[in-house]
């Protein structure tokens, strides 16, 4: 496992180091993060750079054991940085952002909770609910720390949040079935599975299976109507507040829509939007 980088070896300061791991990650959320203020820009630079350290971990090679180990030492290191002794060049990068922004322990503490599931030897996920709750701790929390970053922690910001990260991880899904199958991680859930009789025990005869693209379909459509329950709630907003959000929530509905013209039934078809089309994307919604 990855031990983190020592600041004082590596010469480069938190913010400097938040930036690089958000330029050498190809995000999509990059061009959304680079509309925003530049306080703002590098609070959101430094919660990136924490969640992608802690996904980097859970998707790393390895022992499941060995993984769990790294992610309790950044609870530690969570704990430290609410009392102002951080010592992780990410955890120090988010130091000003916490106290500027009021971020909530508890939305980073999530975030490793749903790496934890993510750690694991084997990924199933049981019933819609659980779906639900493993997208709110991976993408609803930071969607909650994002809405403070922004500026909109009062309402419907929290709603935003939670709708909209739901949206963004249940396309994930959706796009990366087979990778994830690849990492014995299915998150599909049972039911579902159970509801258009897959019931097959082997992970590669489950995505192979003739009727796995109606469930594929059903996740399809709850990822729908969270997408529509986000853009009802921005309405009447002010743009400029949530714009890196309007820009993530359309990059990711192109996403689904490619998707869903590829088809259910060929998975290994690979999917993926456009450089171009993501900076038009950018443009259009965070500009005009």
Known sequence: MTRPADPVLENISPAAHANRVVRQSGTSFYWAMRLLPEERRQAMYAVYAFCREVDDIADSPGESVDKLRALDGWRKEIDLLYRGRPERLTSQALLEPVDRFDLPQEEFQAIIDGMEIDAAPRVRIRSVDGLLDYCRKVA??????????????????????????????????????????????????SETLQKYSVDERSLSRIIVHPSFAGACLEVSRLARRYYLETEWLLKGLRRGLMRPAVIMMETYQETLNLLETRGWKKIADPVSLRSWRKVWLALRHGIF
């Open 140 to 189: 609803g929390a930071v969607g909650m720390l994002s809405i403070r970053v922004f500026g909109m922690p009062q309402k419907p910001g929290p709603r935003i949040a939670v709708a909209l990260g739901n949206a963004l991880q249940l396309t994930n899904i959706l796009r990366d079935v087979k990778s994830d199958a690849a990492r014995n991680r299915l998150y599909i859930p």
